[in-house]
């Protein structure tokens, strides 16, 4: 009984000196029907463009083959070449799980660690917590709204560390903030 204390102790006492925050990226389920749509739009459109090209219909439905292909065919074709591009591109980024990452605040080294996952390589940022001079919230409504936590750091300009994507509510954000400025000790702007 008394290792088993001990154990919780010293995971309380890490969970004092280190918050972790896990970051979701873009493997959402409407970034999946979204790529999904767009790759069935785009085969449909190079298929309907074959098939006025060759003569056949290749698709169920309608009368493709009886398309003209010089303008609407080749169009077509366009179309879907350019839908299948696009498809391609939210592909990658859902299998990357772009802007995924993690915000790691560690009292033992006294750094925040911040990754995330780009396109091409990692973003990966360490800043020194005793240059944090606060934790602000960022609400911003009508047709562009934005909710996110940002810090306040000596020097620099706020640094947003909260997911990008649909706004979060307003409660939520509040307590991911607080939770942030209790840990850290600073004190929470813009409510």
Do not use: H
């Not at 979701?24 to 970034?31: A, E, F, I, P």
């Not at 003569?55 to 009886?66: A, E, N």
């Amino acid at each position: 009984m008394s290792t088993e204390s001990k154990l919780s102790q010293s995971e309380k006492e890490l969970s004092d000196l280190v918050l972790e925050q896990k970051i979701k990226g873009s493997r959402k389920v409407s970034n999946y029907l979204v790529a999904s749509m767009i790759s069935i739009g785009g085969i449909g459109f190079l298929l309907a463009s074959c098939s006025s090209y060759v003569g056949r219909d290749f698709l169920p439905l309608g009368k493709p083959s009886t398309l003209i292909f010089v303008p609407q065919g080749l169009v077509m074709g366009l179309y879907g070449f350019a839908a299948i591009l696009l498809a391609l591109y939210f592909w990658r980024l859902i299998s990357i799980d772009y802007g995924s990452g993690v915000n790691r605040f560690d009292k033992n080294k006294g750094v925040l660690f911040l990754s995330r996952k780009g396109l091409f390589k990692n973003i990966e940022i360490e800043i020194p917590i005793n240059e944090i001079k606060a934790v602000k919230l960022d609400v911003r409504e009508g047709f562009n709204p934005r909710r996110r936590v940002s810090l306040r750091i000596k020097g620099r300009k706020d640094l947003p560390i909260s997911r990008v994507g649909s706004p979060k509510p307003l409660l939520d954000l509040e307590n991911e903030g607080a939770e942030i400025a209790r840990f850290l000790g600073v004190n929470l702007e813009g409510i």
